[in-house]
């Protein structure tokens, strides 16, 4: 019994040694703001853009006084435009201005919030406009229109030959 516990407790260093980085990085080290913020940054560099995210809401979430908080909360809403999160960074970046007005990222923020309310409009305008499709009525009116518009214009082919002909006298 002694010894298969013993073997257990071998292969596990084993195991550990040999496969340190298997578990998620946002488990080790120091779990202060700058600690976390410094993984965070360490984890976009690395493009592990859900690892990065994950500690810059930590930073948000636990210690939204921190020095760091408002940093990461622009980096967080970054991440959320770069991963189609609009609505989401949209948060985020009013979040950022609400809460930290004298952050340095406030004036970026206001920039990206507004791009992204007009990216929503838009969206939006969009999905009201393909979902409505034309009607036969509105088919049948523009045809109508368009007919009279090639008898107007042939009418004004014909005193446009006249008046070029009088020239010409």
């Known amino acids: 019994m ?3 516990f013993s073997n257990r ?3 596990l260093i084993i195991l550990w040694v040999l496969f340190p980085g298997c578990a998620p990085r ?3 080290g120091d779990k202060s703001p700058r600690g976390l913020f410094a993984q965070g940054e360490r984890a976009l560099k690395e493009h592990k853009l859900n690892e990065a995210h994950f500690l810059y809401s930590e930073i948000i979430d636990k210690y939204p006084e921190s020095e760091y908080a408002d940093d990461a909360l622009y980096k967080k809403g970054y991440l959320e435009i770069y991963s189609s999160e609009y609505d989401d960074a949209e948060k985020s970046f009013e979040k950022l201005m609400k809460e930290y007005p004298d952050s340095r990222w406030r004036f970026d923020a206001s920039l990206w919030e507004g791009l992204l309310g007009e990216l929503t409009a838009y969206k939006k305008a969009d999905a009201k406009n393909t979902s409505k499709k034309p009607k036969k009525k509105n088919i049948k ?3 109508e229109k368009l007919e009279q ?3 107007e214009n042939e009418e004004l082919r014909r005193q446009i030959q006249k008046l070029r002909q009088l020239l010409q006298e």
């Open 141 to 143: 009116e523009m045809q």
């Open 2 to 4: 002694l010894k298969n």
């Open 149 to 151: 518009l090639e008898v």
């Open 9 to 11: 407790i071998v292969l």
């Open 26 to 28: 946002y488990y080790d």
